[in-house]
T-cell receptor, first 114, second 111 residues
Framework: DTGVSQNPRHKITKRGQNVTFRCDPI?????LYWYRQTLGQGPEFLTY????????KSRLLSDRFSAERPKGSFSTLEIQRTEQGDSAMYLC????????????FGPGTRLTVT | DQQVKQNSPSLSVQEGRISILNCDYT??????FLWYKKYPAEGPTFLIS?????DKNEDGRFTVFLNKSAKHLSLHIVPSQPGDSAVYFC??????????FGQGTTLQVKP
């Protein structure tokens, strides 16, 4: 399978714990995006990378959130001191060079903070 | 500030008929508009796009219309099939490539 993969698919954590999600984009896609989706809403942009450089961060991304793409391949999204309001589906997408509008999404990681 | 709005949360049509999904936007800087389809437990899947300099794009059963003066776009599916039942998101994109999505419309196509 050469699509975007995300791990884990589901994560249940207690408030105050740290969590980390991983995204493996389609091979050689240079742009990687993170979105968050809550019930009844469309995906909301969080941040994106071009290769290893993080080029934009949404104001939704508080200082408890950090994302990395160390070698320009896979990416991680870490949430520190989780809050119940962080419960959502976290989606990763990638796009090939020069075709930013063709974003291929992974299945998402469902986070539940209890 | 919701830059993209889908005012109809749901739509039900009969198989074989036309489905029309609507979307309004406020950001004049969008240079592309896109439609994505989402099935339960899956990520959104790209369906069709249109450049802001065009007013129509067609791909098989799917046609997207853009009315820039009204800041409105629509997706037409003809003929509708039960497999089209899903949540449809419209989105706008500026030159950074990040997508701004609407809230989604759940389409149900009845056999």
């Amino acid at each position: 399978d050469t699509g975007v993969s995300q791990n884990p698919r589901h994560k249940i954590t207690k408030r105050g714990q740290n969590v980390t999600f991983r995204c493996d984009p389609i091979s050689e896609h240079n742009r990687l995006y993170w979105y968050r989706q809550t019930l009844g809403q469309g995906p909301e942009f969080l941040t994106y990378f071009q290769n290893e450089a993080q080029l934009e961060k949404s104001r939704l991304l508080s200082d408890r959130f950090s994302a990395e793409r160390p070698k320009g391949s896979f990416s991680t999204l870490e949430i520190q001191r989780t809050e119940q309001g962080d419960s959502a589906m976290y989606l990763c997408a990638s796009s090939p060079t020069g075709r930013d509008n063709e974003q291929y999404f992974g299945p998402g990681t469902r986070l539940t903070v209890t | 500030d919701q830059q993209v709005k889908q005012n109809s949360p749901s739509l039900s049509v009969q198989e074989g008929r036309i489905s029309i999904l609507n979307c309004d936007y406020t950001n004049s800087m969008f240079d592309y508009f896109l439609w994505y389809k989402k099935y339960p437990a899956e990520g959104p899947t790209f369906l069709i796009s249109i450049s802001s300099i065009k007013d129509k794009n067609e791909d098989g059963r799917f046609t997207v219309f853009l009315n820039k003066s009204a800041k409105h776009l629509s997706l037409h599916i003809v003929p509708s099939q039960p497999g089209d039942s899903a949540v449809y998101f419209c989105g706008g994109s500026s030159n950074t490539g990040k997508l701004i999505f609407g809230q989604g419309t759940t389409l149900q196509v009845k056999p």
